[in-house]
């Protein structure tokens, strides 16, 4: 494991106050170093981890469950969702802080559950890293896969970054939002079942599409059929 070096932080956070023209040796500076080197030891916790480490760290999983025993053409018939975990990270381009961030995390059990609260650990582990929003959603799908040896993650995250709201374009209230879909099973037999994941991804993360939108559903309560999903799927697939 590594170690975030906090004592090389604090010198260089007082030569940056030094050549921003301030006296480091003013009362409100004084310690300042220091605050910023324990803060970025905090925030960057999840640089000291390799996504194997983070996985191993919160792989608490459930096998012997009624739930993973329900199966459609050799493919689990159940999905799990996590939705709206809130997160900060930290842009890599400029150090600045993404906000307002939440993840939404679903996963098609194989052999294993994972503890719920172990998905929002993982989702905030990867934040405490300096990151794109791109990778934040990868490195947790790998993360998760890797857990729950599942071959089908979906993690959808929207956020804000203060290196365009507070600098720079400075157009605040812009939300980004990102999907990545780790669906490995992409061969023809198994082509309906990875789109039908990728719909009941769509609705579970309120997302609706014109065929399976529900006007009388809440967000909360959407818990998408996978029947219903298939032959969506399976209809796209045979219309192209």
Known sequence: MK?????????????????LGD??????????????AKMYAEVFEGMNYTNE???????????????????QNGKPNNMVAVTEIPIFSY??????????????????PKEKIIGLSKIARIADMVGRRLQLQERIGTDIAEIVAMATESEDVAVLIKGEHSCMTARGIKKSGTVTRTAHFGVTNIKASNK????????????????????????????????????????????????T
């Open 23 to 36: 006296d480091p040796e003013r009362e409100g500076l004084k310690e300042t170093p220091q605050r910023v």
């Open 3 to 19: 170690t975030i070096d906090t004592e090389k932080i604090a010198y260089h956070i007082r030569e940056i106050l030094l050549a």
């Open 53 to 71: 480490e983070i996985a191993r760290m919160f792989d608490t999983t459930f096998e012997d469950e009624d739930y993973l025993g329900e199966q």
């Open 192 to 239: 309906a079942m990875s789109i039908a994941f990728k719909y009941a991804c769509f609705q579970v993360f309120c997302i609706p599409t014109e065929e399976m939108k529900d006007p009388d559903a809440e967000c909360h309560t959407v818990s998408p059929k996978r029947e219903k999903v298939q032959d969506i799927a399976e209809s796209k697939i045979s219309d």
């Open 91 to 108: 842009c890599e381009h400029h150090m600045a802080l993404m906000y307002n961030m939440t993840v939404s995390v679903a996963y098609l």
